[in-house]
């Protein structure tokens, strides 16, 4: 009932999602040690639930800190003007910074958030991305590490929502077209 019922299709089933999160984990176990102590930085909303997940598979001491910056409205398609909405804690300069993404679609939010995490002087910077729309794409952003690559549907639960809704979903689906024509 209720929210599952507007998703056409489940897209990646949660068992496949949390196999491949704890891939990415043993990936960033690789990158980084004890020394580096690295700084996560989630890029909220979206970003939440996968950083809860990754980050339970971390072995390094390290921290975690949150952004929130905004470039949808409550329509699907990216508007190309990011906001920031909350801004990190932490001072990032000669810190080892992993930005942790739910998706990079057109490519604007992370090219923004690298570039003005950038100008902070942070000793590496890299960039850990569950979803990648690469047909959408309108900017380069390098990427170290991709969870999927995704076709141009629109996706929601794990974090990913449309209208605010369906971030609580454990996989990620398909929303039904109907479900965002209604509102447009
Ligand atoms: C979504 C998503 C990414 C961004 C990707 O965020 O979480 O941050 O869009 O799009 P882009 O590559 O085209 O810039 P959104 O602005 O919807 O905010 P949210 O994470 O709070 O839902």
């Known amino acids: 009932m209720g929210l599952r019922d507007d998703v056409a299709k489940v897209l990646i089933p949660e068992e496949t999602l949390q196999a491949r999160v704890a891939e990415l984990g043993r990936a960033i176990n690789g990158m980084y040690d004890d020394a580096d ?8 909303k979206g970003a939440f639930m996968f950083l809860a997940d990754l980050t339970r598979h971390l072995e390094m001491r ?34 080892h ?60 639960g794990y974090g990913l929502d449309y209208a605010e809704e369906y971030r609580n979903l454990p996989f990620i689906g398909v929303l039904k077209e109907e479900v965002y024509q209604a509102a447009e």
């Open 37 to 44: 102590r690295p700084l996560l930085v989630c890029v909220l």
């Open 97 to 156: 910074v992993l930005i942790v993404e739910d998706i990079i679609d057109a490519g604007y939010t992370l090219d923004y958030v690298t570039r003005n995490l950038r100008t902070r002087r942070p000793t590496s910077l890299r960039i850990c991305s569950l979803l990648s729309k690469p047909s959408r794409r309108e900017i380069d952003v390098p990427v170290d590490l991709v969870g999927f690559e995704v076709p141009d549907e629109f996706v929601v």
């Open 62 to 95: 390290h921290e975690v800190d949150f952004m929130e910056v905004s470039s949808y409205g409550a329509g699907t398609e990216s508007s190309g003007v990011v906001r920031i909405l909350l801004d990190l804690e932490q001072n990032i300069k000669g810190r």
